[in-house]
């Protein structure tokens, strides 16, 4: 059972910023909120993740609430490789990654 | 490239048999997890090993089982296969378990069961 709500999918245009969403209300206080992305035919890839404060690495930026409720990811300048389906995740106690249907980012050039 | 090694990339076979998938992690890596991916869905967890020892464990059949070895490689055994395990199957694999830390994903096994 998906512990987390992201839209089925997004469109934003290339060179734009994107902002995707996930609702996660039932977090606990020691999940870890982590972002992967997946390419086309590829398997997933590590983006960000976090526990309370916001984060920044060389892909994006994660903001979290401060309840933690809820989180975004945010693609500073979307680029057509940026194209793919994003993962919102919660780590939970037993050390696994529960996946949800993820967002589908359309990038129009 | 993750540096996660999945082999093979494609199966194909029929109803009845048994398969092996074999992935060998990151150099360093003592975690493995697998995970199925069936069509246009998430990855569903299966199984998790940590220096070869059964972590945690997900929504994994009973005809499926997987082990770690001692050189860190590990195997996912499917018997009995069905129409339904034609999936994408990953391997992935971390330093140690802990909740913060970042999975490195392999290519990715395709099975095709006929």
């Known amino acids: 059972d998906a512990k987390t709500t992201q839209p089925n999918s997004m469109e934003s245009n290339e060179e734009e910023p994107v902002h995707l969403p996930c609702n996660h209300s039932?977090?606990?206080?020691?999940?870890?909120i982590h972002w992967y992305r997946q390419l086309p035919s590829q398997g997933p890839e590590y983006v960000i993740h976090?526990?309370?404060?916001?984060v920044n690495n060389r892909m994006a930026s994660l903001a979290i609430a401060e309840d933690r409720k809820s989180s975004t990811l945010i693609l500073h300048r979307a680029t057509l490789r940026d194209a793919a389906v994003y993962y919102c995740?919660?780590?939970?106690?037993?050390?696994?990654?529960?996946w949800g249907a993820g967002t589908k980012l359309i990038i129009k050039p | 490239d993750s540096g996660v090694t999945q082999t093979p990339k494609h199966l194909i076979t029929a109803t009845g048999q048994r398969v092996t998938l074999r992935c060998s992690p990151r150099?360093?890596?003592?975690?493995v997890y697998w995970y199925q991916q069936s069509l246009d869905q998430g990855l569903q967890f299966l199984i998790q090993?940590?220096?070869?020892?059964?972590?945690a464990k997900g929504n994994i059949l009973e005809r499926f089982s997987a082990q770690q070895f001692p050189d860190l490689h590990s195997e996912l055994n499917l018997s009995s296969l069905e129409l339904g395990d034609s999936a994408l199957y990953f391997c992935?694999?971390?330093?140690?378990?802990?909740?913060?830390?970042?999975?490195?994903f392999g290519s990715g096994t395709q099975l095709s069961v006929l």
């Open positions: 995740i919660l780590r939970d106690g037993d050390y696994q990654l529960i």
């Open positions: 039932t977090i606990s206080g020691t999940d870890y």
């Open positions: 976090g526990l309370t404060s916001n």
């Open positions: 150099s360093g890596d003592l975690s």
């Open positions: 992935a694999s971390s330093t140690t378990a802990l909740p913060n830390e970042k999975l490195f």
């Open positions: 090993y940590y220096n070869g020892e059964e972590r």
